[in-house]
């Protein structure tokens, strides 16, 4: 538990290009996390396709970097940047996020189901996490879960907030966790 008796949860955050070109990245970001003290292991960032390919050897020290301090590694917007797949075994990658394009009516449209369905293979069978982005339906829900894909955001989960509802919802989160696991 944190602050408030809220439970720590693990943030993810988006670097920009700019960002993530920077050199001294992930110096910055180690500093970050000893001053605030927070466990890397909580903090998980987000990189899209289209800026890992830019410069992949720069990608790659950087990524190397960011996995050596502990942080989980995501590849956002998965699918959207034309990107060669050889370089999944390159990058020292942990998530694979589904595009909101392909999980948008995935459970009508073939499609995007297709799509979907061979990104959620790819990564399980490269033992990396799969999150499908802009879940917005239960039937959207439902069908990635029939799937495999049991990590899911988007608005049918909630919407952006403030800090203060966002602790408010981890307040609520934990006491009906904690209920659950008493019956």
Do not use: W
């Amino acid at each position: 538990m944190g602050k408030k008796n809220i439970p720590l949860v693990p943030i993810s955050v988006n670097l920009s290009a700019a960002q993530f070109s920077h050199g001294n990245l992930v110096s910055s970001i180690s500093e970050v996390l000893a001053r605030h003290e927070v466990d890397p292991r909580y903090l998980h960032v987000e990189i899209t396709e289209g800026v890992l390919m830019r410069d992949t050897e720069l990608a790659l020290k950087a990524l190397k970097g960011l996995s050596d301090l502990g942080l989980r590694v995501e590849i956002d917007d998965f699918g959207t940047g034309f990107s060669s797949l050889s370089y999944l075994n390159r990058f020292p990658v942990d998530v694979l996020k589904i595009d909101l394009s392909f999980v948008r009516d995935v459970h009508i449209n073939r499609d995007n189901a297709a799509i979907t369905r061979a990104i959620i293979s790819l990564a399980k069978s490269l033992n990396l996490g799969v999150i499908a982005e802009g879940v917005e339906t239960q039937g959207e829900r439902k069908y990635l879960e029939e799937l495999g894909c049991h990590d899911m955001q988007g608005y049918f989960f909630g919407r952006p907030c403030d800090r203060a509802e966002f602790e408010k919802r981890l307040l609520e989160a934990n006491k009906t966790a904690q209920t659950e696991t008493e019956h």
